[in-house]
């Protein structure tokens, strides 16, 4: 298995686990993540402050969306570890096929 491939599933997992566990700026300073955008924004560039800042109809359904949120909170942590889980499970098994199959290659 490839390295990066390999820290990819892991950064994906960890976005995975963050968002189940409610962590609203996982990976802060990551590329990609809520910190790394505002800091971009940095630069004053109009543009990239508009793009960062959410339309009124997207923050009302947000707002709308809130009390649902907060009542199924504990349903859908369980939820998260539930696919965390097996997607550990399917990596783990994934790994050791690899690991097998370059012991098994070093002996031929």
């Given amino acids: 298995m490839d390295t990066f491939l390999l820290w990819q599933v892991v950064a994906s997992i960890r976005k ?3 968002f189940f ?3 609203l700026d996982p990976g802060a300073g990551l590329p990609g993540s ?3 955008a505002a800091a971009s924004a940095n630069s004053n ?3 990239m402050l508009r793009s ?3 339309d009124r109809a997207s923050l009302a359904r947000a707002q709308a969306l809130l ?3 907060r009542e199924q909170r504990v349903p859908m942590r ?3 570890l539930q696919i965390v889980g097996r997607l550990t499970q399917l990596q783990t098994s994934r790994a050791l096929g690899w690991v097998r199959g370059q012991l ?3 002996k031929v």
């Fill in 16 to 18: 995975l686990v963050s």
């Fill in 21 to 23: 566990l409610s962590d």
């Fill in 34 to 36: 809520a910190a790394s």
């Fill in 45 to 47: 560039n109009p543009a």
């Fill in 52 to 54: 960062l800042a959410p």
């Fill in 67 to 69: 009390p649902v949120l």
């Fill in 78 to 80: 369980r939820f998260g």
């Fill in 104 to 106: 098994l290659a070093e």
